[in-house]
């Protein structure tokens, strides 16, 4: 598995590596969105751990549709050299993936970025995992009302 990490295109794909990106995507965009709906919580002058509850429910099903409309089959009208304001050439990390690929999980099997799975995945994962949260903050730690 050693061409898996070497950044050639045609190199066999590191299944492995791609699931701990995944993961590690999933994982830190949810603790990112934790962080910023606490935050959200505090400056409205409520409790924090409802705060995150209702924010990753919230932010959760916003993920669960970028996600799904990540997933589109691209429009035969679209042409390719267009891209949206989140978007970055091929081959490119955004600031969040470059971020993603210091931390463990990802940093202990790094996997080219042609290799990853689509954003559209990765934002689909996160949605449950932030949805999950949720559930588990309110049902296991009856967090809220």
Known sequence: MAGATSGVPDAPTDRLGQLLDAVAY?????????????????????????????????FGWLAFGYGTFKLLPSRPWKDDDERGPFETAAGEDTQFQALVQRLPPARFRPVPVVHRLPTGVRVFLASLVMLGTSLALEQLFGIGP
Not at 29 to 41: D, Q
Not at 48 to 56: E, F, S, T
Request: charged share 5%; glycine share 16%.
């Open 26 to 58: 999933a994982v830190w965009l949810t603790a990112a969105f934790a962080v910023v709906s606490g935050v959200l919580a505090l400056l409205v002058g409520g409790q924090v751990a409802p705060g995150v509850k209702y924010g990753l429910f919230v």
